[in-house]
């Protein structure tokens, strides 16, 4: 069975600092799909970044960043210089490649930037 | 392009009321999922659909029902509501790509549905 884990309940930090997100994921599947996805306090899930299990190379937009390492199964994720905008609550989630590629979500992780 | 709505936004039930939650897509897509998120926690999928007439069961289906009749509609059912069914509701659709690097496999979801069973 599939599994996300997001150890990290809750962050704080202060605007301007650099904050990670940790996510571990568990599959049997060779290939499968990883999703970042923000829910800011409006409540709709906006979609971050997907990456392909046989893609391994990390990738940055803007202030964003994410380090994906098949070898320990994690998929974290980096804000740098932090804004308080960036505040929401973040889910890490993994997708099966085929069939009904239903999405597994970790518990989230709520991230507060203090101003 | 209206995407994926869901109705109604907000909605409270008494025990053991039954009720319908709405959703529907306008992109033609395949997949369309129904998930729960309660509070502090992350999204469970209840039901799944990879076209009409095809429907199955998630991680937790009971007290739940849907159907499939069309491609864009998909409407989740609660018979009886129980208090433990308080939660916000996502819709989502997904257009099957296959393994490829496009856009495919990215869900789109709805704005949600809060419901409470008092």
């Known amino acids: 069975a599939q599994k996300v884990t997001q150890a990290q309940t809750e962050i704080s930090v202060v605007e301007k600092e650099d904050v990670t997100l940790d996510c571990v994921y568990e599959?049997?599947?060779?290939?499968?799909?990883l999703f970042w996805y923000k829910q800011p306090p409006s409540g709709e899930l906006v979609f971050l970044i997907r990456?392909?299990?046989?893609?391994?190379q990390n990738e940055i937009s803007g202030r964003y960043s994410w380090n994906f390492q098949k070898s320990t199964s994690s998929f974290n994720f980096t804000i740098t210089a932090s804004q308080v905008v960036d505040s929401a609550v973040y889910f890490c989630?993994?997708?099966?490649?085929?069939?009904?590629?239903?999405?597994?979500f970790g518990q989230g992780t709520r991230l507060t930037i203090n101003p | 392009n209206a995407g994926v709505t869901q109705t109604p936004k907000f909605r409270i039930l008494k025990i053991g009321q039954s009720m319908t939650l709405q959703c529907a897509q306008d992109m033609n897509h395949n997949y369309m999922y129904w998930y729960r998120q309660d509070p502090g926690m992350g999204l469970k999928l209840i039901y799944y659909?990879?076209?009409?007439?095809?429907?199955d069961k998630g991680e937790v289906p009971n007290g739940y029902n849907v159907s499939r009749s069309t491609t864009e509609d998909f409407p989740l059912r609660l018979e009886l509501a129980a208090p433990s069914q308080t939660s916000v509701y996502f819709c989502?659709?997904?257009?099957?790509?296959?393994?490829?690097?496009?856009?495919?496999?990215?869900?789109?979801f709805g704005a949600g549905s809060r419901l409470t069973v008092l």
């Open positions: 989630a993994l997708s099966e490649a085929t069939g009904a590629q239903k999405l597994v």
């Open positions: 659909s990879v076209g009409a007439g095809i429907t």
């Open positions: 599959t049997r599947d060779t290939t499968y799909y």
């Open positions: 989502a659709s997904n257009q099957w790509g296959g393994l490829t690097k496009s856009g495919a496999n990215v869900l789109t």
């Open positions: 990456r392909n299990s046989f893609d391994e």
